[in-house]
């Protein structure tokens, strides 16, 4: 199930990019550790593939790596389920920039902002990172940028394989991600920036795109299987 923000989305167009056209490194998850050690570089986008079961987020993890109003949100959560996979994405993304950062990941400052918009503050942090995270089944995707971003995914209905579908579930996608990347903006402030949609090689019927105000020249992915040349050309333009 998605969720589409209730805020009206600007009309600035978004230029597609095919997750074909930027080189893409693919690593195991446990990869994370020993491949990631500062924040991404300009261009750089780190993306994170996950389940909603995922071994390092073990249940001691998530309790010792989350605030207190995090475990909180988790444990009463009406949909246990859903609970559980928000305290599996909290604990991954507070993991993952710990590696960047050089910290442990309760210190790693993670606050909710209106939209569900996530800021990251810690003290060795040096300009700004930008993280979102979305959901869809029991997948987790977690991006990480110096940029500017959001993610939008999208299910294809039961069913539907036609191409004039597909292009509709990508076009919402991007949508979706538009809106995301520009919480937190005044509308005339958003406006100025030249939205690129990379599009994300997901699993299943999954359409997922990642909006970004910058060239993206390389991508690290960890979890995601490969390749998914079909997925890759998928995407409509």
Request: proline residues 5%; hydrophobic residues 45%; without cysteine.
């Given at each position: 199930m998605r969720s589409i923000p209730?805020?009206?989305?600007?009309?600035?167009?978004?230029?597609?990019?095919?997750?074909?056209?930027v080189p893409w490194r693919y690593f195991d998850l446990a990869k994370s550790r020993v491949q990631i050690h500062v924040p991404p570089a300009p261009g750089e986008v780190c993306?994170?593939?996950v389940p909603s079961e995922f071994r390092f987020a073990s249940a001691s993890n998530i309790g010792n790596w989350l605030s207190p109003a995090e475990r909180k949100r988790a444990r009463l959560h009406p949909n246990s389920?859903?609970?559980r996979r928000f305290g599996v994405a909290r604990a991954t993304l507070r993991l993952v920039l710990s590696h960047m950062l050089g910290c442990e990941p309760h210190e790693v400052g993670v606050e909710d902002e209106p939209?569900?918009?996530i800021v990251v503050t810690h003290p060795l942090a040096e300009g700004a990172i930008h993280v979102d995270v979305a959901y869809s089944g029991i997948w987790i995707v977690i991006a990480v940028?110096?940029?500017?971003?959001?993610?939008?995914?999208?299910?294809?209905?039961?069913?539907?394989?036609?191409?004039?579908?597909?292009?509709?579930?990508?076009?919402e996608a991007t949508q979706i991600g538009r809106t995301r990347a520009e919480r937190g903006e005044a509308g005339e402030h958003a406006a100025r920036h030249e939205w690129r949609g990379l599009t994300l090689p997901m699993p299943g019927g999954i359409c997922g795109v990642l909006v970004v105000d910058k060239s993206v020249t390389r991508v690290q992915a960890f979890g995601w299987e490969r390749p998914?040349?079909?997925?890759?050309s998928a995407a409509a333009s």
């Open positions: 209730a805020r009206m989305p600007s009309t600035a167009p978004v230029s597609q990019l095919h997750a074909a056209d993306l994170w593939l389920a859903l609970g939209g569900d918009r940028a110096s940029a500017r971003i959001g993610l939008g995914l999208t299910v294809e209905p039961t069913g539907a394989h036609d191409a004039a579908t597909r292009t509709l579930m990508w076009n998914f040349e079909g997925e890759n």
